[in-house]
């Protein structure tokens, strides 16, 4: 049940390590160092006298630049390795490395920021605010504070906003406030659990595409969880697809769109045969459970 | 907004209209005795019933006689006379407001040791619901009389019961308060590495404002009453409580009336000046708590 399972040799893929070395050949990551590096990684809740395995056997590793989607079905694991990654959450086994160091040490230097699924923004403080808020607790000196907001609400084009309350704003537009707070404090690692899953479709799609301008616009690595295909295989460079009970890697699946990319993308036969990739390797890991 | 205006004041004027029939009919039927024994033998019942509506110590004072009183004790004295009403309004108000500010910082002391200490949490809860189990009215008399003979007399005394009284919903609104932060909004602090006292300042503090306004609107009434209640003992010289007391004393029930009317004017007074606090913190946040 733990590690080893018969049938997972089966994809070797799910191992990660074989897959990215393989896949290290590729020009653009070959000399990248890794951010973030797991190794037999476990997680097993216990309510109630009842345990539950969260997570089981996660091997993977990313690298600096990478834009990586994590997808499977609910209760898969998929926020869990991202909370074990941002040292919300604590690991039972395996061993995680998020820049060099332990999960705690990244996260008390702020090697990440964070994008919930609500903007969870804080509805006392305007847009500014809430965006300067990671600097206050960093103890920046105002002026700084001011100039990295007025930055980083530019980038997500909501200037004109910065002194709204959050319930002026639409939910897409506080989720844009949520990406730039995550942003403020210039983190190399922007961790995202489904931001973008209380939203219409055209929402979506738009922020979508702004946010694959920002990452493509800044040496950002990206982890990105979603329960949409069109989504992860629009935005990633390689997609982690997960199955759930217990929650752990099924398939990763370089992806071999350019970096640049426009919506128009998603009607091209490489973006349909990628999705479709991912679409087999979910019905896998749904099938053999 | 005319209409709508119009259409509430109605139906209040109706109840107000309605009230003070009853209460004429209540006058005419508890003073009905008095004024028979006091008329002529040969009196009609017109005119006794006159008479009952007009005694001078009558058993119910008509609402007339109360609001003559109170004009009269208002407007015929100047504010620092002790015939003035307002003199003995303004003290009374003025030990209910030491006792609210007593009930407001301890009780908000009291909360975050509750919050923050894992072992206040538990010892100290118990004798607080013990604390309010005691008769404070009863025993109001006493802690006067008590304090009264280590040389602690005039506003001291009547401040500690007024906060006694009024300090436990603050207490308890605030332990709520503090502790209804969002999952998700602490979890960003803890991505931010925040300390405890950020996080209390930036999140738990703001936060418990929505729980603190309503607590404050719930004790400033009780600490007037605490305030008037530690009048009564000792015969005080001065404030409403000495108004009733003198009043029942010489059967002079509009002198009563017109301090409890008086009592009822500075309670409303009082949540109305707690709502306009909230107004301004309103709208320091943008239009909402």
């Known amino acids: 049940m733990e590690t080893g399972r018969p049938d997972k040799p089966d994809h070797g893929e799910h191992e990660g390590r074989p897959k990215s070395e393989q896949s290290d050949a590729a020009p653009e990551r070959s000399d990248a160092r890794a951010v973030i590096e797991a190794h037999d990684l476990g997680v097993t809740f216990t309510a109630d006298s009842q345990t539950t395995v969260a997570l089981t056997g996660v091997t993977l590793s990313v690298h600096q630049g990478e834009f990586v989607s994590l997808i499977g079905p609910s209760g898969c694991g998929k926020t869990t390795l991202l909370r074990l990654i941002a040292d919300l959450e604590q690991a039972s086994t395996g061993t995680l490395v998020v820049n060099g160091l332990t999960p705690e040490e990244a996260r008390k230097r702020r090697a990440y920021g964070y994008v919930f699924q609500a903007p969870a923004l804080y509805p006392w403080r305007n847009v500014a605010r809430n965006v300067m808020l990671p600097l206050e607790v960093m103890g920046l000196p105002r002026a700084e504070r001011q100039a990295r907001a007025a930055r980083v609400l530019n980038l997500v084009g909501l200037s004109e906003f910065r002194g709204r309350f959050p319930w002026q704003l639409s939910g897409g537009m506080q989720q844009r406030v949520s990406i730039a707070r995550a942003l403020s404090f210039e983190p190399t690692l922007l961790l995202m659990d489904e931001p973008f899953g209380a939203l219409d479709e055209i929402t979506r799609d738009g922020l979508t595409l702004h946010l694959h301008e920002l990452w493509r616009r800044t040496s950002l690595t990206a982890m990105f969880v979603t329960h949409s295909v069109l989504e992860a295989v629009f935005l990633s460079t390689r997609i982690v697809v997960m199955s759930s009970r217990p929650g752990r890697v099924v398939s990763v699946i370089d992806s071999d769109l350019p970096r640049e990319r426009d919506l128009d993308v998603r009607e091209t036969p490489e973006f349909l045969a990628l999705a479709h990739a991912v679409r087999a390797a979910l019905r896998e890991g749904h099938g053999d459970v | ?289």
């Open chain 2, 1 to 289: 907004m005319a209409m709508f205006e119009r259409s509430r004041a109605l139906p209040l004027l109706c109840v107000v209209a309605l009230l003070i029939v009853l209460w004429f009919g209540a006058a005419l039927a508890m003073n009905w005795d008095q004024a028979q024994a006091l008329a002529d033998d040969d009196a009609g019942w017109t005119d006794v019933a006159t008479a009952a509506l007009s005694l001078d110590r009558p058993l119910l004072p008509t609402p007339d006689q109360v609001a003559s009183e109170m004009f009269r004790s208002v407007f015929d004295y100047p504010a620092n006379s002790p015939r003035s009403l307002l003199f003995h309004a303004g003290v009374t108000a003025w030990a209910a407001v030491l006792g609210f500010a007593i009930a407001v910082v301890v009780g908000m002391v009291l909360a975050i040791g509750i919050v923050h200490v894992r072992t206040l949490d538990r010892a100290l809860m118990p004798w607080l619901i013990a604390s309010q189990a005691v008769p404070v009215l009863a025993i109001a008399p006493m802690v006067v009389v008590v304090l009264g003979s280590i040389g602690q007399t005039g506003v001291v005394p009547k401040a500690l019961i007024a906060g006694w009284l009024s300090f436990f919903p603050i207490v308890t609104g605030m332990v709520k308060g503090l502790r209804s932060s969002d999952p998700m909004r602490r979890d960003l602090m803890r991505t931010y590495s925040a300390t405890d006292a950020q996080v209390f300042a930036k999140l738990r503090w703001p936060d418990s404002m929505a729980f603190l306004f309503p607590a404050m609107k719930v004790a400033a009434p009780l600490a007037l009453v605490g305030a008037i209640v530690a009048e009564l003992p000792t015969g005080a010289q001065a404030g409403l409580g000495a108004r009733l007391l003198t009043g029942s004393y010489y059967g002079q029930t509009p002198q009563i009336w017109a301090a409890l009317f008086m009592a009822a004017i500075l309670a409303m007074l009082a949540v109305a000046t707690v709502d306009g606090a909230q107004a301004l913190l309103v709208r320091s946040r943008g239009g909402r708590l």
